[in-house]
């Protein structure tokens, strides 16, 4: 199973959780359609790297479990309790794991 299948996976159960449609998770996320859902779910499409914290944040998910099923690697994604963080460091950790996001993209796409 490729990365994008096994990420489409994750997304789906996530979906599934919440008792979501694909059409109400489109419509959730940005307007897309049943059919762009579908192809996500599938690995057919990829999800940009900058709308994976959002996507997880909107399932309710921590981020890592979108990444991975790998403990050790969910490990680099650990999201302890961001409450308790100042909203500066919120801001830091969001976009340490936009970066580190974009790149296991880019280290896919240059495979």
Same mark, same amino acid.
């Given at each position: 199973? &490729?990365?994008?299948?096994?990420? &489409?996976?994750?997304?789906?159960?996530?979906?599934?959780?919440?008792?979501?449609? %694909?059409?109400?998770?489109?419509?959730?996320? &940005?307007?897309?359609?049943?059919?762009?859902?579908?192809?996500?779910?599938? &690995?057919?499409?990829?999800?940009?790297?900058?709308?994976?914290?959002?996507?997880?944040?909107?399932?309710?998910?921590?981020?890592?479990?979108?990444?991975?099923?790998?403990?050790?690697?969910?490990?680099?994604?650990?999201?302890?309790?961001?409450?308790?963080?100042?909203?500066?460091?919120?801001?830091?950790?969001?976009?340490?794991?936009?970066?580190?996001?974009? %790149?296991?993209?880019?280290?896919?796409?240059?495979?």
């Amino acid at each position: 199973m &490729g990365d994008m299948e096994a990420l &489409g996976r994750r997304i789906r159960r996530a979906r599934e959780d919440k008792k979501w449609s %694909q059409s109400e998770l489109g419509r959730r996320w &940005g307007s897309r359609s049943h059919a762009a859902i579908s192809d996500i779910e599938r &690995g057919k499409t990829k999800v940009p790297a900058d709308e994976l914290l959002p996507l997880a944040e909107l399932l309710g998910v921590p981020l890592r479990k979108l990444l991975t099923d790998d403990p050790a690697k969910a490990q680099f994604f650990r999201q302890d309790s961001e409450e308790s963080l100042p909203a500066s460091d919120v801001k830091k950790v969001r976009e340490a794991f936009e970066t580190h996001a974009r %790149q296991l993209w880019a280290e896919k796409e240059s495979q």
